[in-house]
């Protein structure tokens, strides 16, 4: 997959495109549906899949909504795409010059790049300021030769699934429903930095990653997969999601314990897959009461394992 941020980039290639379009955050089961139109009619037509999107929410630029947290940061959207099989991700510069295209040019923009085929969710808005409904882009389309697909919602029970849906039910903590609606675990890729170092005095060490603004869900302790950059092996572990009041009581953290394992993996970039909530997060009075409660995780979450 290759990535670019600014549409400029993919002129003068020799394929036809099939452009899936939208913000895109969290990449549920209704975005994938949008997203492997793209990718199905890329193959049949012998051309490329490409996914249009922004390098920042395209509410930052509209001055009377407010900026929602995101549910993936832009790695974690890669990821996702690399996985979906798309061909080109475009993370176009949401710029005054990008946001103040007119419907009609941005549809002949997409077109100076061999447009040939259009996906959008069945509530895209487009053009400066949201101008235009999917409905529009299909009109103006037939006038610039290129054919626009609306995707059809997607439920889950009586709801429409969307990102603000997914958002909410991230703040609330509700795991099994969020991952419902994603079509995947929960997760949280980051790097490996340093911490204090109470992990090894405690004979937890967890590696802390270095985090990035996004909605996480609320403080507690988590059991998790952990993927590491470089070990072909999935991991079991247990992570701490919060201040940690009882040794540190500083910055939001994410700390995992991985569970039999030993290496020293700082720099690393790790993904952590949110599996099911232990406990919420507590001050002890002492650190022996805080060592015995990390190691009652690890009994609860090998346990759970055990019996899945
Ligand atoms: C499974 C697990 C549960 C934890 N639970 C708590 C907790 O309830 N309260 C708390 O203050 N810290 C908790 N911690 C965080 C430890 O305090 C933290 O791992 C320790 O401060 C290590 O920090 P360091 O990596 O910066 O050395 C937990 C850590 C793990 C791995
Ligand atoms: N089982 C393990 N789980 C997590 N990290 C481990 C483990 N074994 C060794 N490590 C290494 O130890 C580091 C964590 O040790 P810790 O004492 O908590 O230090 P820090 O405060 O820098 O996070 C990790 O970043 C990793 O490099």
Avoid at 164 to 181: A, S
Avoid at 242 to 249: C, F, M
Avoid at 267 to 295: P, Q
Wanted: overall charge positive; charged content about 25%; glycine content about 10%.
């Amino acid at each position: 997959m290759k990535i670019i941020d600014d549409i400029f980039q993919l002129k003068g290639k020799n394929h036809d495109l099939c452009v899936a379009i939208g913000a895109f955050d969290g990449i549920h089961e209704g975005h994938k549906d949008v997203i492997e139109g793209a990718i199905k009619r890329a193959k049949k037509i012998g051309g490329k899949s490409v996914v249009f999107t922004f390098d920042k929410h395209p509410k930052n630029f509209m001055s009377h909504k407010t900026t929602p947290k995101l549910i993936n940061t832009k790695e974690e959207k890669i990821h996702l795409l690399e996985k979906l099989g798309v061909d080109y991700v475009i993370f176009q510069k949401f710029d005054k010059h990008f946001s103040s295209l007119t419907p009609l040019e941005f549809l002949k923009l997409l077109k100076t790049i061999r447009t040939r085929e259009i996906f959008v969710g069945f509530n895209f808005r487009f053009g400066a300021g949201g101008a235009a409904t999917v409905d529009d882009m299909i009109e103006m389309g037939k006038t610039c030769g290129i054919e626009v697909n609306k995707t059809n919602p997607v439920t889950s029970g009586k709801k429409v699934i969307s990102s603000t849906l997914i958002r909410e039910l991230i703040t609330c903590g509700e795991l099994d429903r969020v991952k419902n609606l994603l079509g995947y675990n929960l997760f949280i890729i980051g790097n490996v930095v340093h911490g204090k170092k109470y992990g090894h005095q405690l004979g937890f060490p967890t590696a802390n990653l270095k985090l990035i603004d996004k909605i996480y869900p609320p403080f507690g302790i988590y059991g998790a997969k952990v993927q590491i950059e470089g070990y072909d092996k999935v991991y079991d572990g247990v992570v701490n999601i919060g201040r940690n009041p009882t040794l540190k009581d500083g910055e939001l953290s994410v700390e995992t314990h991985i569970l039999d394992f030993s290496d020293y993996i700082y720099g690393k970039k790790v993904i952590v897959e949110l599996i099911k909530h232990l406990r919420d997060e507590k001050k002890f009075n002492s650190i022996d009461e805080l060592k015995t409660a990390i190691a009652n995780d690890v009994l609860i979450w090998k346990g759970y394992l055990q019996n899945k």
